[in-house]
C-alpha cells in the first residue's frame, strides 16, 4: 500500500537533492512521520541541459522551475522544492509559494586557482561564473579580468576549474555548506562590496493553491522572518523586472519587527551602478521592496535599462 503522503519534486543535482531532502527531514520531524511518507521525486529542467550558454540567452531564471510548475499543475508532484534565486517573480497560475526554511549564510564565495583572492589574481586571469550579477561585480572590483560564462552543477564548475578552463570561479557559501564542502572557498565575499542575488541562501517550496493538506504540512516548517525577507527581495526583483537579464543585488535583514534592505542595480561591464537602502516594519516587507525597486529604478533612468538589452 502506498503510504505517501506528500511527493516531492526537486531538479536532480547534488545540491538540489540536499535541498529536497532537507525540506523531507523537517517535514519528518514537525510531523513524526516516517520517510516513506515523502517520496522525492527527480525532474530534469531545461535550465540543467542548457550547458553551453548563458541563461540570458536561453530563457531567464524559469528554465529551472518550469518541469517542476507543470508537474505540480499536473498532479505528479504535490510540492516542488527550489533555490529562492532561481524563482521568476511571477508564477503560473494556480501555484504559490507556500514556505520557506530557515536561511542559510548569503554571501559568495571565490574558489581560486591561481590566487586565493580576487585582488590578488594576476593580470588578465580568467574568472567563471554563469551569473550575470557575480560578472558585473567582478568586473567592478578587477576590470582587468577576462570574466566567462561557467556553466554547470557545483561539480562541474569544480571540475572545469581543475582542468584549467579558468583561474578562479564564485559560487554560493550556503550551497557548498549544503554539500559539506565549504572547505573548497579560498575567499569568503565580503557582502557591502559584493552583495548577494535577491533569495540567496534561501530554499522555497511551491505548491498548489488550494491543496489544504500541502498547506498545513507546509506551515509547520515555514521560517517567518525568511519568509518575510524573501517578500521584500521579491518585490524589488518585481519592481524591476529582474531577470536573468539583469544584474540586480538585493538582501533583506529581520531583527524582531523591523526589516534593513540593501539593494543594487548595475550595468553587466560593472561601470555603472546604483545602490539603495530601505527600513521599515517587517510586516510591511513587500511594500518596501517595492517602494526600493521603483525609487531605484527613477534614480537610474530608462537609458541605464535600455543598455542592458
Do not use: Y
Request: proline share 5%; net charge neutral.
Amino acid at each position: 500500500m502506498d503510504r505517501t503522503l506528500l511527493r516531492i519534486g526537486t531538479r536532480g543535482s547534488p545540491l538540489a537533492l540536499a535541498q529536497a531532502h532537507e525540506a523531507r527531514a523537517r517535514l519528518m520531524a514537525a510531523h513524526q512521520l516516517p520517510e516513506e511518507s515523502f517520496a522525492i521525486e527527480v525532474i530534469a529542467t531545461t535550465g540543467d541541459r542548457i550547458q553551453d550558454r548563458a541563461l540570458s540567452e536561453a530563457g531567464g531564471k524559469g528554465l529551472f522551475t518550469k518541469e517542476l510548475e507543470e508537474a505540480l499543475l499536473n498532479k505528479r508532484i504535490d510540492i516542488a522544492v527550489h533555490s529562492s534565486k532561481d524563482m521568476p517573480t511571477a508564477l503560473p497560475d494556480g501555484l504559490e509559494l507556500s514556505a520557506f526554511l530557515p536561511r542559510e549564510d548569503v554571501r559568495d564565495v571565490f574558489i581560486g586557482r591561481a590566487a586565493r583572492r580576487i585582488m590578488d589574481l594576476p593580470q588578465g586571469a580568467t574568472v567563471g561564473s554563469s551569473s550575470l550579477r557575480r560578472q558585473a561585480l567582478i568586473r567592478r572590483m578587477r576590470p582587468d579580468l577576462n570574466v566567462i560564462i561557467f556553466r554547470g552543477n557545483v561539480q562541474t564548475r569544480l571540475r572545469k576549474l581543475e582542468e584549467g578552463v579558468a583561474d578562479g570561479t564564485m559560487l554560493a557559501l550556503a550551497g557548498l555548506r549544503r554539500l559539506g564542502w565549504e572547505h573548497v572557498a579560498t575567499d569568503i565575499m565580503a557582502e557591502p562590496e559584493f552583495p548577494p542575488a535577491p533569495g540567496q541562501g534561501a530554499i522555497c517550496i511551491e505548491s498548489r493553491i488550494g491543496d489544504s493538506r500541502a498547506k498545513h504540512m507546509l506551515a509547520a516548517i515555514h521560517d517567518r522572518d525568511t519568509g518575510l525577507a524573501l517578500s521584500c527581495e521579491r518585490a524589488f526583483l518585481g519592481a524591476l523586472d529582474g531577470s536573468c537579464r539583469t544584474p540586480i543585488a538585493g538582501h533583506a535583514r529581520i531583527s524582531g519587527d523591523r526589516l534593513l534592505f540593501r539593494g543594487m542595480i548595475l550595468t553587466p561591464d560593472g561601470t555603472q551602478s546604483h545602490s539603495i537602502e530601505r527600513e521599515g516594519l517587517a510586516r510591511n516587507a513587500a511594500d518596501i521592496g517595492r517602494a526600493a525597486g521603483e525609487e531605484v529604478r527613477a534614480i537610474a533612468g530608462p537609458a541605464f535599462f535600455e543598455d542592458w538589452v
